[in-house]
Protein backbone atom coordinates (compact mmCIF):
# COMPACT_ATOMS: atom_id res chain seq x y z
CA UNK A 1 0.00 0.00 0.00
CA UNK A 2 1.60 3.21 -0.91
CA UNK A 3 -1.18 5.79 -2.27
CA UNK A 4 -4.33 5.89 0.31
CA UNK A 5 -7.66 8.01 -0.45
CA UNK A 6 -9.34 9.14 2.68
CA UNK A 7 -12.89 10.69 1.99
CA UNK A 8 -14.62 12.85 4.51
CA UNK A 9 -10.45 13.32 5.38
CA UNK A 10 -11.69 17.11 6.53
CA UNK A 11 -13.83 15.51 9.09
CA UNK A 12 -12.67 14.71 13.25
CA UNK A 13 -11.60 10.98 12.56
CA UNK A 14 -10.40 12.36 8.73
CA UNK A 15 -8.30 14.83 10.18
CA UNK A 16 -6.29 12.33 12.88
CA UNK A 17 -5.79 9.76 10.43
CA UNK A 18 -3.93 12.29 7.66
CA UNK A 19 -1.63 13.53 10.90
CA UNK A 20 -0.63 9.81 11.90
CA UNK A 21 -0.83 8.04 8.42
CA UNK A 22 0.82 11.09 6.50
CA UNK A 23 5.44 10.45 7.02
CA UNK A 24 3.84 6.63 5.87
CA UNK A 25 2.03 6.82 2.92
CA UNK A 26 0.40 9.10 0.04
CA UNK A 27 -2.63 10.76 1.11
CA UNK A 28 -5.00 12.31 -0.57
CA UNK A 29 -8.80 13.67 0.43
CA UNK A 30 -11.70 14.11 -0.74
CA UNK A 31 -14.50 16.36 1.00
CA UNK A 32 -17.21 18.94 0.28
CA UNK A 33 -14.83 21.02 2.82
CA UNK A 34 -11.64 22.38 3.34
CA UNK A 35 -9.62 20.62 6.02
CA UNK A 36 -8.70 23.09 9.31
CA UNK A 37 -6.72 20.33 11.23
CA UNK A 38 -4.45 18.92 8.58
CA UNK A 39 -2.14 20.02 5.19
CA UNK A 40 -2.49 16.74 3.15
CA UNK A 41 -3.29 17.61 -0.16
CA UNK A 42 -7.53 17.38 -0.57
CA UNK A 43 -9.66 17.50 -3.41
CA UNK A 44 -12.82 19.06 -3.17
CA UNK A 45 -15.42 17.38 -4.60
CA UNK A 46 -19.06 15.05 -3.76
CA UNK A 47 -18.77 11.42 -3.19
CA UNK A 48 -22.42 11.61 -3.90
CA UNK A 49 -20.79 12.78 -7.75
CA UNK A 50 -19.26 9.00 -8.94
CA UNK A 51 -16.96 10.98 -11.25
CA UNK A 52 -15.11 12.56 -8.43
CA UNK A 53 -14.77 9.89 -6.43
CA UNK A 54 -13.09 8.05 -9.31
CA UNK A 55 -11.33 11.12 -10.24
CA UNK A 56 -9.65 10.86 -6.65
CA UNK A 57 -9.46 7.30 -6.24
CA UNK A 58 -7.03 7.34 -9.94
CA UNK A 59 -3.98 5.01 -8.95
CA UNK A 60 -4.82 4.58 -5.28
CA UNK A 61 -4.28 1.48 -3.98
CA UNK A 62 -6.72 1.28 -1.35
CA UNK A 63 -9.56 3.89 0.03
CA UNK A 64 -10.11 4.65 4.34
CA UNK A 65 -14.18 5.50 3.54
CA UNK A 66 -14.93 7.78 6.20
CA UNK A 67 -17.50 10.55 4.53
CA UNK A 68 -21.19 10.64 5.59
CA UNK A 69 -23.75 12.35 7.37
CA UNK A 70 -22.87 11.27 11.08
CA UNK A 71 -25.89 12.72 13.23
CA UNK A 72 -27.61 9.59 14.29
CA UNK A 73 -31.01 11.19 13.62
CA UNK A 74 -30.43 12.12 10.18
CA UNK A 75 -33.32 12.07 7.54
CA UNK A 76 -33.57 9.60 5.49
CA UNK A 77 -32.71 12.00 2.19
CA UNK A 78 -29.19 13.15 3.95
CA UNK A 79 -28.44 9.88 4.42
CA UNK A 80 -29.74 8.23 1.07
CA UNK A 81 -27.59 10.73 -0.58
CA UNK A 82 -24.50 11.05 1.78
CA UNK A 83 -24.11 7.56 2.93
CA UNK A 84 -26.32 5.15 1.19
CA UNK A 85 -25.47 6.42 -3.18
CA UNK A 86 -21.89 8.08 -1.94
CA UNK A 87 -20.75 4.31 -0.40
CA UNK A 88 -22.09 2.85 -3.74
CA UNK A 89 -19.79 5.14 -5.47
CA UNK A 90 -16.65 4.76 -3.02
CA UNK A 91 -16.66 0.83 -3.85
CA UNK A 92 -17.97 0.91 -7.91
CA UNK A 93 -14.87 3.72 -8.04
CA UNK A 94 -13.03 1.21 -6.51
CA UNK A 95 -13.80 -1.34 -8.86
CA UNK A 96 -13.42 0.58 -11.83
CA UNK A 97 -10.00 1.76 -10.69
CA UNK A 98 -8.43 -1.49 -9.97
CA UNK A 99 -8.22 -0.33 -5.91
CA UNK A 100 -7.35 -3.40 -3.59
CA UNK A 101 -8.54 -2.70 -0.44
CA UNK A 102 -12.01 -0.54 1.17
CA UNK A 103 -11.47 0.78 4.78
CA UNK A 104 -15.11 1.53 5.83
CA UNK A 105 -16.17 3.43 8.63
CA UNK A 106 -19.38 1.57 9.71
CA UNK A 107 -21.03 2.17 13.31
CA UNK A 108 -22.04 0.76 16.50
CA UNK A 109 -25.23 1.87 15.65
CA UNK A 110 -25.45 -0.90 13.16
CA UNK A 111 -26.27 -2.92 16.18
CA UNK A 112 -27.35 -0.30 18.27
CA UNK A 113 -30.80 -1.85 19.48
CA UNK A 114 -28.99 -3.95 21.74
CA UNK A 115 -28.59 -1.26 23.91
CA UNK A 116 -32.14 -1.79 24.40
CA UNK A 117 -31.67 -4.73 26.12
CA UNK A 118 -29.66 -6.14 29.60
CA UNK A 119 -26.97 -5.90 31.03
CA UNK A 120 -26.27 -3.61 28.25
CA UNK A 121 -28.92 -0.96 28.45
CA UNK A 122 -27.95 -0.67 32.10
CA UNK A 123 -24.26 -0.31 30.98
CA UNK A 124 -25.11 2.99 29.01
CA UNK A 125 -27.13 4.86 31.45
CA UNK A 126 -24.20 3.92 34.43
CA UNK A 127 -26.46 1.33 36.50
CA UNK A 128 -24.02 -1.24 36.89
CA UNK A 129 -24.98 -2.49 40.32
CA UNK A 130 -25.25 -6.15 40.71
CA UNK A 131 -22.81 -6.48 37.01
CA UNK A 132 -19.34 -7.60 36.95
CA UNK A 133 -17.59 -6.44 33.80
CA UNK A 134 -15.46 -9.17 33.56
CA UNK A 135 -18.25 -11.35 32.98
CA UNK A 136 -20.15 -9.28 30.15
CA UNK A 137 -21.69 -11.23 27.08
CA UNK A 138 -19.57 -9.31 24.67
CA UNK A 139 -21.66 -8.20 21.14
CA UNK A 140 -19.34 -9.65 18.16
CA UNK A 141 -19.72 -9.78 14.48
CA UNK A 142 -22.04 -12.96 14.47
CA UNK A 143 -24.70 -11.34 16.13
CA UNK A 144 -27.72 -10.25 13.93
CA UNK A 145 -27.38 -6.08 12.88
CA UNK A 146 -29.78 -4.49 14.38
CA UNK A 147 -29.72 -1.08 13.46
CA UNK A 148 -31.17 1.91 15.71
CA UNK A 149 -31.92 4.77 12.57
CA UNK A 150 -31.55 4.93 9.11
CA UNK A 151 -28.02 6.22 9.64
CA UNK A 152 -27.49 2.59 11.22
CA UNK A 153 -29.11 1.33 8.66
CA UNK A 154 -26.94 3.08 5.96
CA UNK A 155 -23.97 1.54 8.23
CA UNK A 156 -25.36 -1.92 7.58
CA UNK A 157 -25.38 -1.23 4.24
CA UNK A 158 -22.07 -0.04 3.84
CA UNK A 159 -21.01 -3.79 5.39
CA UNK A 160 -23.46 -6.17 2.87
CA UNK A 161 -22.43 -3.71 0.08
CA UNK A 162 -18.60 -3.86 0.58
CA UNK A 163 -18.99 -8.06 0.86
CA UNK A 164 -21.11 -7.86 -2.50
CA UNK A 165 -17.47 -6.12 -4.12
CA UNK A 166 -15.69 -8.68 -2.02
CA UNK A 167 -17.64 -11.62 -3.28
CA UNK A 168 -17.49 -10.21 -6.80
CA UNK A 169 -15.25 -8.22 -7.71
CA UNK A 170 -12.41 -9.43 -5.10
CA UNK A 171 -12.14 -6.01 -3.47
CA UNK A 172 -10.97 -6.87 0.64
CA UNK A 173 -13.07 -4.82 3.15
CA UNK A 174 -12.37 -3.74 6.19
CA UNK A 175 -15.57 -2.88 8.02
CA UNK A 176 -15.14 -0.99 11.77
CA UNK A 177 -18.36 -0.79 13.72
CA UNK A 178 -16.72 2.41 15.49
CA UNK A 179 -17.73 3.50 19.20
CA UNK A 180 -17.28 6.97 20.13
CA UNK A 181 -14.78 9.24 19.28
CA UNK A 182 -14.23 12.74 20.36
CA UNK A 183 -12.72 15.78 19.38
CA UNK A 184 -11.67 16.42 23.12
CA UNK A 185 -10.42 12.89 23.59
CA UNK A 186 -12.39 12.84 26.97
CA UNK A 187 -14.53 10.54 27.37
CA UNK A 188 -16.08 11.74 31.07
CA UNK A 189 -18.60 14.01 29.21
CA UNK A 190 -21.15 10.89 29.14
CA UNK A 191 -21.70 7.85 31.27
CA UNK A 192 -22.25 5.99 28.02
CA UNK A 193 -18.74 6.82 26.99
CA UNK A 194 -17.02 4.98 29.49
CA UNK A 195 -18.43 1.72 27.32
CA UNK A 196 -17.86 2.79 23.88
CA UNK A 197 -15.41 5.12 23.87
CA UNK A 198 -12.47 5.14 21.18
CA UNK A 199 -9.69 7.17 21.49
CA UNK A 200 -7.90 9.49 19.08
CA UNK A 201 -4.71 6.92 19.79
CA UNK A 202 -6.69 3.54 19.59
CA UNK A 203 -8.56 4.76 16.09
CA UNK A 204 -5.23 5.60 14.40
CA UNK A 205 -3.77 2.23 15.63
CA UNK A 206 -6.94 0.49 14.17
CA UNK A 207 -7.08 2.15 11.03
CA UNK A 208 -3.01 1.51 10.58
CA UNK A 209 -3.43 -2.20 11.28
CA UNK A 210 -6.18 -2.55 8.75
CA UNK A 211 -4.19 -1.51 6.17
CA UNK A 212 -0.87 -3.44 7.06
CA UNK A 213 -2.47 -6.47 7.64
CA UNK A 214 -3.28 -8.73 4.89
CA UNK A 215 -7.18 -9.27 5.58
CA UNK A 216 -10.07 -10.19 3.18
CA UNK A 217 -13.19 -9.75 4.54
CA UNK A 218 -13.99 -7.95 7.92
CA UNK A 219 -15.73 -6.55 10.30
CA UNK A 220 -14.40 -5.65 13.57
CA UNK A 221 -15.29 -3.30 16.42
CA UNK A 222 -13.90 0.06 17.53
CA UNK A 223 -13.17 0.38 21.09
CA UNK A 224 -10.29 1.37 23.03
CA UNK A 225 -9.67 -0.99 26.43
CA UNK A 226 -12.70 0.32 28.56
CA UNK A 227 -13.57 -1.97 31.66
CA UNK A 228 -17.13 -1.59 30.60
CA UNK A 229 -16.33 -1.92 26.90
CA UNK A 230 -19.29 -4.78 25.76
CA UNK A 231 -18.43 -4.99 22.10
CA UNK A 232 -15.72 -7.93 20.79
CA UNK A 233 -12.12 -6.94 20.31
CA UNK A 234 -10.56 -10.45 20.40
CA UNK A 235 -11.42 -11.03 16.74
CA UNK A 236 -9.51 -7.84 15.77
CA UNK A 237 -6.65 -8.91 18.32
CA UNK A 238 -6.30 -12.26 16.55
CA UNK A 239 -6.59 -10.94 12.75
CA UNK A 240 -4.29 -7.73 13.14
CA UNK A 241 -3.20 -7.40 16.54
CA UNK A 242 -5.37 -4.43 17.78
CA UNK A 243 -3.72 -3.96 21.06
CA UNK A 244 -6.00 -0.68 22.60
CA UNK A 245 -4.01 1.30 24.93
CA UNK A 246 -6.52 3.55 26.26
CA UNK A 247 -9.32 2.84 28.90
CA UNK A 248 -12.31 5.21 29.50
CA UNK A 249 -12.26 4.58 33.25
CA UNK A 250 -8.81 6.25 33.89
CA UNK A 251 -11.09 9.43 33.07
CA UNK A 252 -13.81 8.78 36.21
CA UNK A 253 -13.83 12.00 37.92
N1 LIG B 1 -16.90 10.05 15.54
C1 LIG B 1 -17.52 8.96 15.95
O1 LIG B 1 -17.72 8.75 17.16
C2 LIG B 1 -17.99 7.91 14.97
C3 LIG B 1 -18.64 6.77 15.48
C4 LIG B 1 -19.06 5.78 14.59
C5 LIG B 1 -18.84 5.94 13.24
N2 LIG B 1 -18.23 7.07 12.77
C6 LIG B 1 -18.07 7.20 11.31
O2 LIG B 1 -16.76 7.63 11.01
C7 LIG B 1 -16.77 8.49 9.87
C8 LIG B 1 -16.06 9.80 10.21
O3 LIG B 1 -16.69 10.39 11.31
P1 LIG B 1 -16.23 11.81 11.89
O4 LIG B 1 -16.56 11.79 13.34
O5 LIG B 1 -14.85 12.12 11.45
O6 LIG B 1 -17.30 12.75 11.18
P2 LIG B 1 -17.14 14.23 10.56
O7 LIG B 1 -18.49 14.77 10.35
O8 LIG B 1 -16.17 15.02 11.38
O9 LIG B 1 -16.47 13.93 9.14
C9 LIG B 1 -17.22 13.49 8.02
C10 LIG B 1 -16.70 14.23 6.81
O10 LIG B 1 -17.41 13.74 5.66
C11 LIG B 1 -17.60 14.82 4.77
N3 LIG B 1 -18.71 14.52 3.87
C12 LIG B 1 -20.02 14.29 4.20
N4 LIG B 1 -20.75 14.07 3.10
C13 LIG B 1 -19.89 14.16 2.05
C14 LIG B 1 -20.06 14.02 0.64
N5 LIG B 1 -21.26 13.76 0.09
N6 LIG B 1 -18.97 14.15 -0.16
C15 LIG B 1 -17.75 14.43 0.39
N7 LIG B 1 -17.53 14.57 1.71
C16 LIG B 1 -18.59 14.43 2.52
C17 LIG B 1 -17.89 16.01 5.69
O11 LIG B 1 -17.68 17.27 5.04
C18 LIG B 1 -16.94 15.75 6.85
O12 LIG B 1 -15.71 16.44 6.69
C19 LIG B 1 -18.25 8.66 9.50
O13 LIG B 1 -18.56 7.76 8.46
C20 LIG B 1 -18.99 8.28 10.76
O14 LIG B 1 -20.27 7.77 10.47
C21 LIG B 1 -17.81 8.05 13.59
Do not use: C
Amino acid sequence: MNKILITGGSGLIGSLLNNHLKEKYNLINLDIKKPTNHSQDTIIGNMNVLEDVKIASKSADAIIHLGAVINVDSDWELVLKNNIESTRNVYEAAKINGVKKVIFASSNHAVGLFENDSPYKEIVEGKYEGLDPKNIKKIDKNVPIRPDSYYGVSKSYGEAIGRYYYETFNIKSVNLRIGTVLNSDDPSTSIRHFATWLSHRDISQLVEKSIIHNVEFEIFYGVSNNKWRFWDIEDSQKKISYMPVDNAEEYRK
